[in-house]
């Protein structure tokens, strides 16, 4: 028996995941969306989502190199950003302003904030509205689905089901299977949710913040007389509160915060979905709901134990 004492500083406690491993589970996790994608929209949706990964890992190695940080993109992170940034995007978009957006999610909105662990919002989704607010036509240009296989010169494009000319022709099943114009990663909920499970298995994420996302629309679309069934397979909402909302960096900790972030989230995108111009709100209320997590968190702050009221 060693009589040595060993003094060494926190954490003492010590989890077997690494980032790197983390990363890989969210990218296997993708793998489902990524298939889907590519069957309804063509090895178009490959391309979009091999651009913004390449510029991401590109971004990331080169300013690393630039701010004299040690190379992180062997943690994969940049890569699940890339992915994810590829999931916002139409199947349509130009290669450039996907190029361009992987840029602005790892460097503007990762690296200037001191890299991994200290961005405030989640990259792809803040890249996301860049995106949507410098490029609206490009960004909001939606392939049919399946429009590859009809062998036509020109993409034929239509509206989103969250769209209000076109609720009464989407189907449930339409919905589940990905029938449906829409963003590469958000259109078919049954991929979208075989990933999601995967996370909760592997327990890479909590149910606390998707079942309380999607819960808190479902309540509040069925208050207002909308379907709250066609509210929650339509639009992001799922890829949002199962990939975007759970991020660790952007998202609080404990399970009190993490209710309170995803009600936000939920009541935040239903005011969006009905009373906004945009028929979609679940980027923009992740996001503001990511620069309300300080705020959360300091409220939330337990009491020490032991700790005295002043009286």
């Avoid at 995941?17 to 983390?22: E, R």
């Avoid at 890992?57 to 190199?65: F, G, I, R, T």
């Avoid at 909590?206 to 079942?211: A, F, G, K, T, W």
């Avoid at 799922?238 to 609080?252: E, N, R």
Wanted: with cysteine; net charge positive.
């Amino acid at each position: 028996m060693s009589s040595k004492l060993y003094l060494t500083s926190s954490p003492h406690l010590h989890d077997k995941n690494s980032t790197q491993k983390i990363m890989l589970d969210v990218i296997i996790a993708t793998l489902p969306i990524i298939l889907a994608s590519t069957i309804i929209f063509g090895m178009r949706s490959l391309v979009v989502i091999f651009t913004t990964v390449l510029s991401c890992v590109l971004s990331e190695y080169l300013s690393c190199k630039i701010m004299k940080r040690p190379n992180s993109i062997k943690d994969l992170s940049a890569v699940v950003t890339g992915i994810l940034l590829a999931f916002s995007l139409s199947v349509s978009i130009p290669i450039g302003i996907a190029a361009f957006g992987g840029f602005v999610a790892i460097v503007v909105i990762k690296q200037f904030f001191g890299g991994l662990g200290q961005n405030f919002v989640n990259p792809a989704l803040c890249s996301r509205i860049i995106l949507l607010i410098s490029f609206p036509a490009q960004m909001t240009n939606w392939p049919e689905p399946f429009a590859y296989l009809k062998g036509s010169a020109d993409i034929i494009t239509s509206a989103t089901p969250l769209d209000k000319s076109v609720l009464t022709t989407v189907t449930y099943f339409d919905l589940f299977f990905g029938n449906i114009p829409g963003c590469i990663g958000e259109i078919c909920s049954m991929a979208i949710l075989l990933g999601g499970i995967y996370l909760l298995v592997k327990k890479v994420i909590s149910i606390i913040i998707p079942i309380f996302f999607i819960g808190t629309v479902f309540v509040l679309t069925f208050l207002m007389g909308g379907d709250p069934i066609f509210h929650i397979f339509s639009g992001g909402l799922l890829l949002g509160a199962f990939f975007m909302a759970t991020d660790y960096v952007t998202s609080p900790v404990t399970r009190l915060e993490r209710i309170i972030f995803a009600v936000g989230c939920g009541f935040f995108t239903v005011i969006i979905r009905i009373f906004g111009n945009l028929p979609e709100g679940v980027s923009f209320s992740i996001v503001l709901m990511n620069i309300l997590t300080p705020l959360i968190e300091k409220l939330m702050l337990p009491k020490p134990f032991g700790k005295r009221e002043n009286i």
